[in-house]
């Protein structure tokens, strides 16, 4: 089975400009969640999405960011307009009904 | 945001050596997770653990759910190049579903 699947796998834009990321959970996974991972903070959850319902988006740095999970395949994250510390890994995670999530490869972005 | 103390924070260990790390947390948990992240890729799930005492494998992999429900502990055997990685702990309390993650421990194994 295919796991999580993250596009761009590596980005590279200029400050100002809108950034999309973009996750395709795993097939019949109930719950999706957006990650930053940085040297300083670790991952942390930015976003929760159960049932294709954003529950938690408190993890949000600033109305920079947003998310959107418009069917229970595809979600995105979009940064507009980006700057250079938001440079980091993005990894999207799915679960099941169980307790276990699955990460993506992750999106590798810098902005210059 | 919120982190498990994780520890060592780094390991640098010879091959063929055993390797241990632990996560303790101030909050109970219901589920521990251990995951292994290579340079460039994303966490991979290793074990989970969903009962105090709890006592799982996968190869040379060992991890426990400590009794306390605040602690776990991944234990490598025989460790080998391909070991070498960041190791990570999640945990989660029950009713919720958010996943705290550990600071990592970065094992360097030396041929």
């Known amino acids: 089975d295919a796991g999580v699947i993250q596009s761009p796998r590596h980005e590279v834009t200029e400050m100002g400009q809108e950034v999309t990321l973009r996750c395709k959970p795993i097939s019949g996974h109930n719950s999706l969640f957006w990650y930053r991972q940085t040297m300083m903070r670790g991952l942390e959850l930015l976003i929760y999405?159960?049932?294709?319902?954003?529950?938690?988006d408190s993890g949000m740095p600033e109305d920079r960011f947003s998310a959107k999970m418009p069917n229970a395949s595809f979600s995105t994250l979009k940064i507009q307009p980006s700057e250079p510390r938001d440079s980091a890994v993005y990894f999207c995670a799915s679960r099941h009904s169980g307790n276990t999530i699955y990460f993506g490869e992750g999106s590798w972005l810098t902005v210059v | 945001g919120q982190q498990l103390n994780q520890s060592p924070q780094s390991m640098f260990i010879q091959e063929g050596e055993d390797v241990s790390m632990n996560c303790t947390s101030s909050s109970i948990f219901n589920t521990w997770l251990w995951y292994k992240q290579d340079p460039g890729e994303g966490p991979v799930l290793l074990i989970a653990?969903?009962?105090?005492?709890e006592l799982t494998s996968n190869g040379r992999l060992t991890a426990q759910f400590g009794i306390t429900r605040k602690d776990s502990f991944l234990n490598i055997s025989a460790s080998i190049p391909s070991d070498v990685g960041i190791y990570f702990c999640?945990?989660?309390?029950?009713?919720?579903?958010?996943?705290?993650f550990g600071t990592g421990t970065r094992l360097k194994v030396l041929a």
């Open positions: 999405f159960n049932n294709n319902v954003p529950i938690d």
């Open positions: 999640a945990g989660q309390a029950s009713g919720t579903y958010k996943y705290i």
């Open positions: 653990l969903y009962k105090a005492g």
